[in-house]
């Protein structure tokens, strides 16, 4: 079965300071991998998404994920962070392993990154 | 340009009693899906509806159920409430079932179940 694992389920960095958040999945088949936020009371808002082409996506608020296929992961980084970003980051995977006519998301459990000034 | 929506924001029920959440997808989006956002269990799909037919559906009990409307819109039912049933139910829309297509999500429907 598919999945995505987040190894890391809460990432304490101090303000101005570069993070990592990673995420792996499982699957023999093509993806398209995407990183959401949730803050607080909200709902999910999509940070980017790597559908092919460069491997290297760039998305919003100064957020960039690395796609590499031969270790099948997907981490988000951001070269410096502040107290905003506090907030819940769920990676997904969406592919044609259900016999192409889907679109359902497979989620990660989550990483809470906590920024502390 | 609107988001997706969804209603009401808070819904409180009892054990056995019926629930219905409804979702507005963002205009000129045709596919919605269902996720359940429970408390140790994360983010789970539900069903994916697009142009009114159910296409897909999670590993949930038939009590689950829903329909779109010809505007898109979506309703989500659940029948017969248990209290494992007490999430956050998150709608989202895309452009097209494709795989590959961005899902944006509502702010959910936090429902609880006394």
Known sequence: AQSVTQLDSQVPVFEEAPVELRCNYSSSVSVYLFWYVQYPNQGL?????????STLVKGINGFEAEFNKSQTSFHLRKPSVHISDTAEYFCAVSGAWDGGATNKLIFGTG??????? | EAGVTQSPTHLIKTRGQQATLRCSPISGHTSVYWYQQALGLGLQFLLWYDEGEER???????????RQFP?????????ALELEDSA?????SSLEGGSGQPQHFGDGTRLSIL
């Open chain 1, 45 to 53: 808002q999509l940070l980017l998404k790597y559908l092919s082409g």
């Open chain 2, 56 to 66: 897909n559906r999670g590993n949930f009990p038939p009590r689950f159920s829903g």
């Open chain 2, 88 to 92: 956050l139910y998150l709608c989202a």
């Open chain 2, 71 to 79: 505007n898109y819109s979506s309703e989500l039912n659940v029948n």
């Open chain 1, 111 to 117: 990483t809470l990154l906590a920024v502390q000034p």
